[in-house]
């Protein structure tokens, strides 16, 4: 089947999507019977094209390379009719698919959640990165999703790349998760290792994963556990059958980590770990974030660098521990081709 597809936000989610839509085509084509045109890319900064017949993804992907505008990229026609306004392009494209991969803003939601309704109201799937509207309106959005039978799917949002929910959709199919406990934010885990390993203070390791770009834009929400809060609190809805709000949990952080506690914990044999967990407690869900020193035996202590894992604990399996990405162009981009070929997949 082909599917005609609009990106909303096309920074390095998007433009690592559209790298994979490129180089994998053949194969995407030949493996899964999967074909994709990319119809709409609408980009606050970045400009917007709407070309139906379909965007060259490889001269598109050029041109944003050399920091040109989409609004003078395609044929004049598709210039004249291109409306500025991400919602109008939203409504008037007749893509199939929204992939919503606006930065996140997790006090608001918006503009990602605006984005996210309009495309459902308007009968599009949509497959999103963006860990505001999961983390704040997941219910009502899954509620629209479903009336407008259409999916709503938010792979990316934890573990980037590293499946989560195709994961337990599929693979733990049966299975209930009593609970998840995990390191789910890459940028203070690589703080934590690099305090360790190299001895550096936290504000130079701090330094490094912005130069690295593993931080958010404001790496508060990373290094005081608001991001690592929002993943618990998706999880916990999707996963545990929650509906937590992040302003109904208070985290912490890991700005009063020395490095003198690190090397300490390690003298001792164990290891500081921003841990995000959540589950089930007489009927209601107890939730959190928080450091905690853990002792080798468990299975998140060795994971090193920018890397998330999660434990679940399942009433048929028992404890099972994925490690991969957390972050990055390619894990992230990957993430949404998840999230579309099971639209796919389900639509055959
Ligand atoms: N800033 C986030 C992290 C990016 O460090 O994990 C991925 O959500």
Same mark, same amino acid.
């Given at each position: 089947?082909?599917?005609?597809i609009?990106?909303?936000?096309c920074?390095?989610?998007g ?7 490129a180089?994998k ?13 990319? %119809?709409a890319?609408?980009d ?21 390379g050399?920091?040109k505008?989409?609004?003078?990229f395609?044929?004049v ?18 893509a199939?698919?929204?992939a ?26 949509v %497959?999103?990165s ?12 899954a509620e ?6 259409r999916?709503?799917?938010?792979e990316?949002?934890?573990m980037?790349g ?6 337990c ?6 299975n ?9 934010n890459?940028t ?10 190299d001895g ?13 770009g ?20 998706i999880?916990s ?8 709000k992040p ?5 912490q ?5 020395t ?6 914990a ?7 770990k921003?841990?995000g ?32 894992a ?5 009433d048929l ?7 991969g ?11 949404i081709l998840?999230d579309?070929?099971a ?6």
């Open positions: 089947m082909k599917y005609r609009g990106l909303v936000g920074g390095v989610v433009q690592g999507f559209l790298e994979i839509l180089a085509a053949e194969e995407l084509k030949a493996r899964h019977g999967f074909e994709a045109k990319v %119809v890319i609408a606050k900064l970045k400009g917007t094209a709407i070309i139906p017949a379909g965007i060259d993804i490889g001269k598109a992907l050029k041109w944003l050399a920091g505008s989409l609004d003078e395609g044929p026609k598709a210039k004249r009719e291109a409306p500025a306004d991400p919602l109008d392009v939203i409504a008037r494209t007749d199939d698919i929204i919503e991969l606006t930065y996140t803003d997790i006090k608001t939601g918006e503009p990602a959640t605006s984005h996210i309704r309009k495309a459902l109201q308007t009968g599009k799937h %497959v999103t963006n860990k505001g509207p999961a983390a704040l309106y997941y219910r009502e959005l629209l999703a479903k009336k407008k039978k999916q709503f799917r938010i990316g949002t934890v980037s590293t499946p989560v929910f195709t994961l959709e599929r693979g733990f199919a049966g209930e998760v009593r609970e998840i406990k995990g390191i789910l890459g203070t885990n690589f703080i934590l290792s690099k305090m360790e390993t550096m203070e936290y504000g130079e390791a701090l330094a490094l994963a912005q130069k690295l593993y931080a958010e834009a404001d790496p508060t929400a990373d290094v005081e556990g608001f991001d690592a809060l929002a993943k618990v609190v999880l809805n999707v996963l545990l059958g929650g509906n937590l302003a109904q949990i208070r985290p952080g890991i700005s009063s980590i490095r003198q506690m690190v090397l300490d390690k003298a001792e044999g164990f290891r500081y921003l841990v967990f959540a589950r089930r407690e007489s009927g209601k869900i107890a939730a959190g974030v928080a450091p905690q020193k853990l002792s080798l035996a468990d299975p998140l202590t060795g994971v090193m660098g920018a890397q998330n999660l434990t679940f604990d399942l399996l028992g404890k099972v521990t994925i490690q990405p957390g972050a990055g162009k390619l894990a992230t981009g990957h993430a998840q579309v070929l639209i796919h997949h389900d639509l055959e």
